[in-house]
């Protein structure tokens, strides 16, 4: 097992990007990467969409007077600039980005690192169920590869997140397991 660091991660100062700013949070990496790593200041970024999730970037510049963010993650793994579209993505396999360790990142393709968002309904707690007033029913539904699929109408809605949860594991191997309490 590799040994890890924590790095700092700073909030940034509006358009300053040579200042620190005010330390939010930290992440972790292998000792190895650490001394490359911290010759930066990394900053902590949140995305909202399509869940709360966090990571490490920093700006580089690839053209004059054009700075872009560079995610820790695929620094890392040698991608030191922004991947085209549909190039492959980094995942964080246990599903933290703060988590930077080699040992906890991958490349997948796009359409198999969304499998991985964890979407739910604002009518259900759980992923892939929704509540249709008009038949008085929980229905179980998934999306894949930009089809949507309808599984069916339940009266219990754990139930629908169980038949919801069995037709991920059965056609989405790299989506997360839901637990259903």
Avoid at 34 to 63: C, D, G, M, V
Avoid at 99 to 128: C, I, P, V
Avoid at 167 to 176: E, G, I, L, T
């Amino acid at each position: 097992m590799t040994d890890s660091i924590q790095i700092p991660l700073y909030r940034r100062f509006k358009n300053n990007h040579s200042q620190p700013g005010v330390k939010v949070a930290e992440t972790t990496v292998d000792t190895e990467d650490a001394e490359e790593l911290q010759k930066h200041i990394w900053r902590f970024r949140e995305t909202k969409q399509p869940s709360n999730k966090f990571y490490a970037y920093r700006y580089i510049t690839l053209s004059p007077g054009k700075s872009h963010p560079l995610y820790m993650h695929r620094a890392i793994l040698g991608l030191n600039s922004p991947g085209p579209k549909g190039s492959n993505e980094v995942d964080h396999i246990n599903g933290n980005g703060l988590d930077n360790r080699k040992a906890n990142l991958r490349l997948l393709e796009r359409r198999h690192n969304q499998h991985r968002d964890s979407y739910k309904g604002s009518t259900s707690k759980y992923r892939g169920v929704s509540w249709y007033k008009a038949s008085g029913k929980w229905a179980a539904c998934a999306s894949l590869n930009q089809h949507r699929y309808y599984l069916g109408m339940y009266t219990d809605e754990k139930e629908a997140a169980r038949v919801a949860a069995e037709w991920r594991a059965a056609n989405m191997p790299y989506a997360f397991p839901q637990v259903i309490d």
